[in-house]
């Protein structure tokens, strides 16, 4: 996707003056006329800034990248690095979050980037991922041929590719390592139900539980995926007598500790807690989190390598990518306490 | 900036089918020939998609917002503020970052801007605020009648407006309130000082801290913007018998904070620290910071209507706009020990 930049020599033959006349000008120095530098600044405006050849041309159309916030961190770690990926496939990204633009139906949020020139969209957390919005609109974007790349979420029946982390899997292997250190009363803190994401991992949770013969509905607690959802789900879960929570974010995670520490309880030794993402949150606390780390990078590659072909009208030889997640083991978590 | 988009009874029109048509296409309902079909969608191709007025048209060019990163939450925070603060005034603000784009220099970054439609560019932490870049070629920008705010740093010099916080009196409300818990070795660390803002701080620091008669060049540690950069300085400003740490970002209060706990000392009996931005890292560490909150709905409202004023070819009646900082109170603050 590669386009010439004019170079400083065509631009002074089209202007009718000297290419050093266009270097000064360009380089803000002296011995240029008014008149001269008028005209080698139209050919700017015209021609854009002369220059070497550019990977990345601006003079195809953009890809919008819709975060629903940028207030979590993970969100804007996540487009940073969907945005770097396409950049490598010489696709300009652009961010924008729904919620800064007032807060608008993501239908109308969708169809102001496609004014603007955005000929792709790759939607992070989406409506595709809520259940509870009807998907059918998204059809249109087919059929009027823009590049559609779901990340985290799907729509089953539509056309449209996706990528992300295995959340089942993720709970999973949470469960495993707390298991291991000797935990057995597991809770499970994360967001909304009508979230596809919340729904995987519930069920990672709910298979896991029951093969270590665990299972007990009152250790699932629903909230929302803030830190203040974390606190209220994780007061509920240690009065069930939780010794370990795993949760839907690491964001989450913090309302867990920040929970128990209000209640009397030191992180990990009287309880372990896993977060979930790995974004920039998860070091900066402390203790610093256990958390589930979604593979941001390969995420982010598979979703501008996706984009990439669907721009140039092939087909990905996969609808939906799902990665395996990884445990990275830091601070919040340790064997249970003897007594519990 | 309202355009109004186009009606269904309209589109119907426009393409020959019948309204009901148009809506049960639209709605992916049965009941219409695969020709009809076709139709509706062409002329949604060319017409956009039916529907009410939005106040925020993409008829008109975007504009950018540029931040230098995404993985300091203090930066999307910034830019989502400005967004949203753009969408008040029917202006869609697109967010990308300069490392994102494998680190392009920040000029060819604005020119792949540029071409993809950008009017505006809000550049946050740019170049701008860079003592050691070359800021003749902002000129340019003007010249090609693209309308320019910068956020944090501004260039002497041009006719480009600039909002920001006053670091200067960041530095000073800190000191005194550190002062006032009877401390009296307070240490800076913050970033590079080539860079505006930190050139800003250090002055209202080194002013009040020869008010104060405390001014000792020792405590004063540069390091990088990050929280690594925090850890480094604090380590040589405790060595240095500082018993508070004042900051150039929150990032930097939590690196401040994980070297005193790992020498051994408790935030905030045994060393105060104080943050600067209050963005989303102040409350999810342990303990909360106590900061210099940035304005930020302030900051964001400013550069907004700066932006509106210059889009529409008026002169903005303020050049520089600076606003003063509070400090918000938190757990990482205390008064001085007794044996200090």
Redesign the interface.
């Known amino acids: 996707m590669a386009s010439a ?1 004019i170079s400083v020599r065509e631009l002074a033959r089209q202007v009718g003056v000297s290419p050093a006349s266009v270097s000064r000008v ?3 120095k002296p011995g240029v006329s008014e008149s001269v530098r008028a005209r080698v ?1 139209d050919g ?2 015209v021609y ?2 002369p ?1 070497q050849a ?1 990977g ?4 195809s ?2 890809v ?1 990248i819709i975060v629903p ?5 993970a ?3 996540m ?3 969907i ?2 990926a396409l ?2 496939h010489g696709i ?6 729904s ?4 807060g ?1 139906d993501e ?2 949020y969708i ?7 955005a000929r792709g969209l790759v939607l992070v957390s989406g409506w595709h991922a809520h259940l509870k919005h009807d998907h ?2 998204y ?2 974007l087919t ?3 823009v590049s559609v790349v779901f990340v985290s979420g799907l729509v089953e029946g539509l056309p449209m590719p996706s990528v992300g982390t295995s959340e089942a899997s993720g709970a999973r292997i949470a469960i495993r390592f707390l298991h291991d250190l000797g935990h057995r009363r597991i809770g499970l803190a994360q967001g909304e139900e009508h979230y596809r994401p919340s729904v995987n991992r519930l069920r990672g949770y709910r298979e896991t539980m029951g093969r270590y013969g665990l299972a007990d509905q009152s250790l699932y607690a629903e909230a929302v995926y803030t ?1 203040d959802g974390g606190h209220v789900a994780a007061r509920r879960l240690i009065g069930q007598g939780a010794t370990a929570i795993i949760t839907g974010s690491d ?1 989450m995670a ?1 309302g867990v ?2 929970a128990a ?1 209000e209640m009397g309880l030191r992180v990990p030794e009287d309880l372990s807690v896993v977060g979930y993402d790995d974004g ?2 998860a ?4 203790p610093r989190l256990t958390t589930v780390r979604q593979p941001v990078d390969r995420i982010a590659a598979a979703t501008a390598w996706t984009m990439d072909q669907l721009l140039k009208g092939q087909e990905p030889p996969q609808l939906h990518q799902r990665f395996d997640p990884t445990l990275i083991v830091r601070d919040s978590t340790a064997q249970v306490r003897q007594d519990s």
Do not use: C
């Open positions: 930049r360009l380089n803000d600044l700017v405006r854009g800034l220059g550019v990345n041309t601006g003079g159309p953009f919008g916030e940028l207030d979590n961190p969100f804007p770690t487009a940073a690095h945005e770097n950049f490598q300009t990204g652009l961010i924008g979050s919620v800064a633009q007032g608008v239908r109308e169809e102001v980037l496609l004014r603007h020139g059918r609109w059809r249109q059929a009027r041929e830190m964001v913090v500790i920040k520490q920039p949150l070091v900066y606390g402390h």
